[in-house]
């Protein structure tokens, strides 16, 4: 059973930062895309950042040039650096995976669109 789970969340005032984590956890081959989606309260759920297995990165307007995606794929981590957080950046932040690889033989299997449980990200003006 694959889990994702998120860690780093808080309460910063505006200016400031922080760094999430999401740990990808079960028996994982490999992982496709990885990304950070954010839901504000009233709001739909938006990407925020997500990173391809090969290192291409793709970022909402509203972040560029203050948040970072990362990942690590020996430890099946993805990580986003926030900074120069702003109120309107105030949500639950979510961690995705599009496709894991989670068995090799005798054939292929997958599981497709694995969500975390989400972590609060409060930024005071």
């Known amino acids: 059973q694959v889990q994702l789970v998120e860690s780093g969340g808080g309460l910063v005032q505006a200016g400031g930062s922080l760094r999430l984590s999401c740990a990808a956890s079960?028996?994982?081959?490999?992982?496709?895309?990885m990304g950070w989606y954010r839901q504000a309260p009233g709001k739909q759920r938006e990407l925020v950042a997500a990173?391809?297995?090969?290192?291409?990165?793709n970022y909402a307007d509203s972040v560029k040039g203050r948040f970072t995606i990362s990942r690590d794929d020996v430890k099946n981590m993805v990580y986003l650096q926030m900074n120069s957080l702003k109120p309107e950046d105030t949500a639950v932040y979510y961690c995705?995976?599009?496709?894991?690889?989670?068995?090799?033989?005798?054939?292929?299997?997958?599981?497709?669109?694995?969500w975390g449980q989400g972590t609060q990200v409060t930024i005071s003006s």
């Open positions: 995705n995976a599009d496709r894991l690889t989670v068995r090799l033989y005798p054939d292929p299997a997958y599981e497709y669109d694995i």
């Open positions: 990173m391809t297995r090969g290192g291409s990165t």
């Open positions: 079960g028996t994982i081959f490999s992982i496709n895309a």
